[in-house]
T-cell receptor
Framework: AQKITQTQPGMFVQEKEAVTLDCTYDTSDPSYGLFWYKQPSSGEMIFLIYQGSYDQQNATEGRYSLNFQKARKSANLVISASQLGDSAMYFCAMREENDMRFGAGTRLTVKP | DAGVTQSPTHLIKTRGQQVTLRCSPISGHKSVSWYQQVLGQGPQFIFQYYEKEERGRGNFPDRFSARQFPNYSSELNVNALLLGDSALYLC?????????????FGSGTRLTVV
């Protein structure tokens, strides 16, 4: 069963503006971790941000923040002040016991 | 510190052949996981190894196998290759087996089956 859903196959944003990438998840485990990864065309998965299920505050890492709404089971990524180098695939993932499950990804294109 | 290293970076195989992919985790990381990423999709979990034992297996046929060595490096083997096995194979290492720790990924091995 699909556990991570990213409903936006592609997104466009103007340089220097903010963009939100959506992610919803499904789990019955009270302890889990949510992650966002960036994958440029080179293929490497680059860790961006992490949110634990028991964390009270939304995670932030520089220009990245995670809008965590536990009751709604959503973990949206917000990128502020977009840069041309942010153009890439973005994957939401959830870690449970023995594996990490990924969504289908969102391709972000930053326009100059 | 070296990150997760995978070899080879690219390879081309013929249908029916066998392939071995290699992964060296970050020093000190005891858990290695393998993922298959078909073009246009998210990575799909294949295996997790921790302390040289298989701890998790995804929904892949028995043609896929793996092992972890005493130095925590790992190999992924795929037998009787099919065209559909063409994908980017990602290896990831983490400090612990479970919990909420994330993974560090390698750059992947791009396998093309012709």
């Amino acid at each position: 069963a699909q556990k991570i859903t990213q409903t936006q196959p592609g997104m466009f944003v103007q340089e220097k503006e903010a963009v939100t990438l959506d992610c919803t998840y499904d789990t019955s485990d009270p302890s889990y971790g949510l992650f966002w990864y960036k994958q440029p065309s080179s293929g490497e998965m680059i860790f961006l941000i992490y949110q634990g299920s028991y964390d009270q505050q939304n995670a932030t890492e520089g220009r990245y923040s995670l809008n965590f709404q536990k009751a709604r089971k959503s973990a949206n990524l917000v990128i502020s002040a977009s840069q041309l180098g942010d153009s890439a695939m973005y994957f939401c993932a959830m870690r449970e016991e023995n594996d990490m499950r990924f969504g289908a990804g969102t391709r972000l294109t930053v326009k100059p | 510190d070296a990150g997760v290293t995978q070899s080879p970076t690219h390879l081309i195989k013929t249908r029916g052949q066998q392939v071995t992919l290699r992964c060296s985790p970050i020093s000190g990381h005891k858990s290695v996981s393998w993922y298959q990423q078909v073009l246009g999709q998210g990575p799909q979990f294949i295996f997790q190894y921790y302390e040289k034992e298989e701890r998790g297996r995804g929904n892949f046929p028995d043609r896929f196998s793996a092992r972890q060595f005493p130095n925590y490096s790992s190999e992924l083997n795929v037998n009787a290759l099919l065209l559909g096995d063409s994908a980017l194979y990602l290896c990831a290492s983490s400090l612990l087996r479970g919990g909420v720790y994330g993974y560090t990924f390698g750059s992947g091995t791009r396998l093309t089956v012709v």
